[in-house]
């Protein structure tokens, strides 16, 4: 059974950081692109970060890039989101999520917000108070 968890999230203040993990199992990790999505109360979802298996090449969306740093750890099937210098705006459920259109590599439209990912997390909550 395909799992993913994510963890880490929390209540910051503004400028502060949190670390996400999210971890998998049922599935081989290794093979598969995965991406961060958020969505906040009342908007449309938002992929964030995506990191290829392949070469680990990371992607980031210009509202994180610079700020937020994704990495991957293959024997411990997990993912991680570094977050500094975090903003109000940065509240949302952070999800992690892979499978579908995500391959070894990132696609091309892997900021799609509809793009078609056939594995989620539960989702964990990142609430930054100014």
């Known amino acids: 059974q395909v799992q993913l968890v994510e963890s880490g999230g929390g209540l910051v203040q503004a400028g502060g950081s949190l670390n996400l993990s999210c971890v998998a199992s049922?599935?081989?990790?290794?093979?598969?692109?995965i991406s961060w999505i958020r969505q906040a109360p009342g908007k449309e979802r938002e992929a964030i970060s995506c990191m290829s298996s392949r070469d680990r090449r990371a992607y980031y969306a210009d509202s994180v890039k610079g700020r937020f740093t994704i990495s991957r750890d293959e024997a411990k099937k997990t993912l991680y989101l570094q977050m500094d210098s975090l903003k109000p705006e940065d509240t949302a459920v952070y999800y992690c999520?892979?499978?579908?259109?995500?391959?070894?590599?990132?696609?091309?439209?892997?900021?799609?917000?509809?793009?078609?990912?056939?594995?989620w997390g539960q989702g964990t909550q990142v609430t930054v108070s100014s």
């Open positions: 999520a892979t499978g579908g259109a995500m391959t070894y590599s990132c696609p091309d439209s892997w900021a799609d917000a509809k793009l078609n990912y056939g594995y």
């Open positions: 049922g599935f081989s990790f290794r093979f598969y692109s």
